[in-house]
């Protein structure tokens, strides 16, 4: 089997497995094409954005993710991170490029937990006064 880079991200709840080979240029997230599994528009486009941060073609690569948990945009930073991290791995050099554009910092914002007595984190409940 062909060397692989591996990444792990991770955004909110969602967790991403990225491996990158050298090869032809295939994207797979969860055994589907990328352009099918994230269908918003841009997504695509945002995972993609450390390639050219370090000025590597995408087609260069062949990148295969496993992600789960959270919603759409957890997922997409959780994969745009694991990219980051194995392209690190693949040229220690590209570590400043990355950084410079904010690519290998871990998004740290999770949902704020239930106070009790609230409705939510935050929201109470309506006040009345009789």
Request: charged share 30%; no cysteine; hydrophobic share 35%.
């Amino acid at each position: 089997m062909a060397q692989y880079y591996e990444g792990i991200g991770r955004r909110k709840e969602s967790t991403a497995r990225v491996r990158l080979v050298t090869g032809s240029g295939k994207f797979v997230v969860n055994e589907k094409e990328a352009a099918a599994f994230f269908t918003h528009y841009g997504d695509v486009d945002s995972i993609l954005r450390p390639f050219s941060a370090v000025g590597q073609e995408a087609n260069k690569y062949d990148v295969t993710v496993l992600v789960n948990g959270g919603g759409v945009t957890g997922q997409v930073d959780a994969v745009r991170l694991g990219v980051a991290r194995a392209l690190q791995k693949i040229n220690e050099e590209w570590t400043s490029a990355l950084r410079k554009k904010g690519l290998l910092t871990r998004d740290a914002r999770v949902k704020e937990r239930k106070k009790p007595g609230l409705k939510k984190a935050r929201k109470a409940p309506t006040y009345t006064k009789r």
